[in-house]
């Protein structure tokens, strides 16, 4: 064996399960394609519960220290509803709270932390293909011997070349939300307060929500004078997809229309690329076999609309890292995991499939479950289940979803 781990991908998964287990002594090479780190547009903004696993992963306070900000508040807004404003810290079980980043520079961190605790890091190279089976290889360019290890990660992303070769089976939900990202900078701070008097030093993630235009804007600070804005809407809401500069305008009316105050744009401007991507779930089921695994996005990609990858990313990082940390052999140990794995993302699935449905989809049958919804959401908030404090443990049963419909 050349190693014991070879993780293909150096992004928040790879890097924090090399940070997890170098400390232990296990022999670790991790292949990272960019160099330097792009703006791909990914996630900035991690949940209160990705916030509890990132301490019991140990990266809680590296990131805080070198490139992130906590954010206490999450301020939600909807037109003819009162303005709801939740203090995080006060309300969630881990009593944690956001945290927000740019997401290059929290990718630089981890990598430069998992060298540091001694994980080898080839930069700028791709892997071309893994081969499965005993042991399992890498194999990087025009290589064909290959380097072997104990265990193969695949940690590379939800677009993975890797995984179909090997003979995992991608899933697909059908295109429903679009998602585009934006940065803005300047003199404009989307974690201000917008509602009630803000405590000293707090910030918020401001979540504007428009049910009749089917579209929806989370904005947040991620760096000082440096924002990122999403406008999530249904693909049938607007008549073209909004990607690329030429669409910038038309999605600074569009976020404005959703409830983003004009002022945002008035001090700050657009900077660096502006995409949009097709937010619908892509998965593999039991994401194990013969010697290699999957984690973060390669495993699954939830939809970005609810902000949950980074959180879910690290879930992976923490499941598989016990389960290898439990037991010597790998093999057993990764099947273990891609067991773990299956059991919360499809929580998680049938929770943000519920979201969807009662949030965005088209009509008058939807409209009339929107208001019928809405109504007793006003008399009785805990039907709405708290994914934003517990992740996938935020019941998604059929109760939860009949009580979250308004239908009992
Ligand atoms: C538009 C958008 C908005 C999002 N917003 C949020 C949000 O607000 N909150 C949230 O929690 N999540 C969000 N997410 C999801 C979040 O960004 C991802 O879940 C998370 O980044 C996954 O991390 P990863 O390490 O699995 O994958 P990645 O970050 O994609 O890392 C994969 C790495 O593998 C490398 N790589 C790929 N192929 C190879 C190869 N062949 N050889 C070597 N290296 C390779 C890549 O260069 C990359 O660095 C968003 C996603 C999108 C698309």
């Known amino acids: 064996m050349n190693y014991d781990l070879i993780i293909v991908g150096g992004g928040l998964a790879g890097s924090a399960l090399a940070i997890a287990l170098a400390p232990l002594g296990a022999r670790i090479l991790i292949i990272e394609h960019q160099d330097p780190f792009r703006d791909r547009i990914r996630g900035e903004v991690l949940m209160p519960w990705g916030s509890l696993e990132a301490k019991r992963l ?25 303005a709801l404003v939740r203090d995080l810290v006060a309300t969630t079980p881990g009593n944690t709270c956001c945290m927000t980043f740019p997401h290059p520079a929290m990718q630089e ?11 080898e890091v080839r930069r700028g190279e791709a892997v071309a293909a893994v081969t499965p089976g005993e042991p399992a290889r890498v194999h990087i360019g025009s290589d064909a011997a290959g380097l072997s290890a104990r265990l193969v990660v695949l940690a590379d ?12 089976e991608v899933k697909r939900d059908p295109e429903q939300l679009i998602i585009a990202g934006m940065i803005l900078e300047g003199e404009t701070d989307c974690s201000e307060f917008l509602a ?11 979540l504007f929500y428009d049910p009749a235009g089917g579209r929806m804007v989370i904005a947040m600070r991620i760096a000082p004078g440096r924002n990122r804005i999403y406008l999530i809407y249904h693909k049938d809401a607007l008549p073209k997809r909004l990607s690329g500069r030429h669409s910038v305008e038309e999605t600074i009316r569009q976020l404005q229309g959703a409830g983003a105050p004009g002022h945002w744009f008035e001090r700050a401007q657009q ?11 892509r998965w593999v089921g039991r994401p194990y076999r013969d010697g290699v695994v999957l984690i973060g996005d390669a495993a699954a990609a939830t939809d970005p609309t609810w ?27 990764a099947q273990a995991y891609a067991d773990d794995h299956d059991d919360f993302y499809g929580r998680m699935r049938r929770l943000e499939a519920m979201e969807t449905t009662l949030l965005f989809e088209r009509g008058e049958e939807a409209d009339q479950r929107r208001r019928r919804a809405f109504a007793l959401f006003a008399q009785d908030p805990s ?21 979250y419909f308004g239908e009992i």
């Open 157 to 168: 992303g939800r677009d993975s070349r890797l995984r179909t070769p090997v003979g995992f």
């Open 271 to 281: 900077v660096g690329p502006f995409a949009s991507f097709d937010g619908s779930h």
């Open 196 to 206: 009630g008097s803000a405590p000293p030093q707090a910030s918020t993630i401001n």
């Open 58 to 82: 140990g990266i809680y306070n590296l990131l805080l220290k070198s490139c992130a900000i906590e954010v206490a508040y999450y301020s939600r807004f909807r037109p003819g509803a009162a």
């Open 109 to 119: 961190v981890l990598l430069a932390e998992a060298a540091a605790l001694g994980a």
């Open 383 to 403: 039907r709405i289940p708290d994914a934003t404090g517990l992740g996938p443990e935020a019941p998604s049963d059929d109760v939860a979803r009949a009580r």
């Open 307 to 333: 902000g949950r990858g980074l959180s879910r990313t690290l879930r992976d990082v923490r499941l598989l890292r016990d389960r290898l940390i439990a037991d010597t052999n790998w093999r057993t140990a």
